[in-house]
């Protein structure tokens, strides 16, 4: 009984559940910091000019993106 009180008090203690809006745009956000961390590798390794410029494209399309979302 005591344990279940504990737990009771815990899930309260954090706050509302998050919505599934909440989680939608988590795991967006998730999802487009990881394609950026992916471009920002493939840049790293990029020797043509015309690659590392639609690399650099992408990255700054990303990020507008990720701020787009807070």
Not at 39 to 49: K, M
Request: charged share 35%; aromatic share 0%.
């Amino acid at each position: 009984m005591e344990a279940q009180q504990e737990e009771a008090g815990r899930k309260t203690a954090r706050g509302p559940a998050p919505t599934a809006r909440d989680l939608e745009a988590r795991e967006r956000r998730r999802a487009l910091e990881l394609a950026r961390t992916r471009a920002q590798n493939d840049l790293a390794r990029a020797t043509a000019p015309a690659h590392r410029q639609m690399l650099e494209g992408a990255i700054a399309a990303l990020d507008r993106q990720i701020a787009a979302l807070e």
